[in-house]
């Protein structure tokens, strides 16, 4: 049973270019989250994505980002017009079904792409 | 909104010895997680410890939920143990957003 897959692991972009993050949730888990981690911070919750659905994306920033999780495919986060200050770690988690649920463990975290902006 | 602090900061230790490290949370909580991130940067589950103890292996974790507080214990460490501790928590008036601690540093000498 593969875990949460995101790819690319790491990415380089020049100021202005575009960066396409993907993740592929845990099998059977129809709940996906984003987060940005940057450097010697804890995680920081961006946006929360069902099939084909934007939940709650209070924590992305409201110009040049967004998400996307289609019927079919992985779930997107796209950054347009990159700048220095968007180079982080971004974690995509999903779970089975909302969180907080009782007795159930919560979101699982995939490996994370580095974002770095030159 | 709710606040996560961890401390230590930093922790270094010889292998072998035992540590326990410590997260308070200033609201009250669904859903509590302990993380390991290791030296590559990626983030494990540990453990999922809304309220009460429990044990995997050489870690164990405590949660006193009514004075909002975790405690992680390792022991007989070892070098792997090494990495960024987080804990994170979830609002009771969110079932979703984890807010992360800024994390426990921990490195374990040979």
């Known amino acids: 049973n593969a875990g949460v897959m995101q790819n690319p692991r790491h990415l380089v972009r020049r100021r202005g270019q575009e960066a396409r993050l993907r993740c592929s949730p845990m099998?059977?888990?129809?709940?996906v989250y984003w987060y940005r981690q940057l450097p010697e911070e804890g995680l920081k919750f961006m946006v929360y994505l069902q099939k084909e659905n934007i939940i709650d994306e209070s924590g992305m920033p409201k110009e040049r980002f967004s998400a996307e999780f289609p019927k079919e495919g992985p779930s997107i986060l796209r950054i347009q017009q990159v700048v220095r200050g968007d180079s982080a770690a971004y974690f995509c988690?999903?779970?089975?079904?909302?969180?907080?649920?009782?007795?159930?463990?919560?979101?699982?975290f995939g490996p994370g792409t580095r974002l770095l902006v030159l | 909104g709710i606040q996560v602090e961890q401390s230590p900061p930093d922790l270094i230790l010889q292998e072998g010895a035992n540590s326990t490290l410590r997260c308070n949370f200033s609201?009250?909580?669904?859903?509590l997680q302990w993380f390991h991130q290791n030296p590559w940067g990626q983030l494990i589950n540990l453990f999922y410890i809304p309220s009460g103890t429990k044990q995997n292996g050489r870690l164990s974790a405590t949660t006193v939920a009514t004075e909002r507080y975790s405690l992680l214990y390792i022991s007989s460490s070892q070098t792997t143990d090494s990495g960024v501790y987080f804990c994170?928590?979830?609002?009771?008036?969110?079932?979703?957003?984890?807010?992360w601690g800024a994390g426990t540093k921990l490195i374990i000498k040979p």
């Open positions: 988690a999903s779970s089975p079904t909302e969180g907080g649920l009782a007795g159930e463990e919560t979101q699982y």
């Open positions: 099998k059977g888990h129809s709940h």
């Open positions: 609201d009250s909580v669904n859903n």
């Open positions: 994170a928590v979830e609002q009771i008036d969110s079932n979703y957003q984890l807010i």
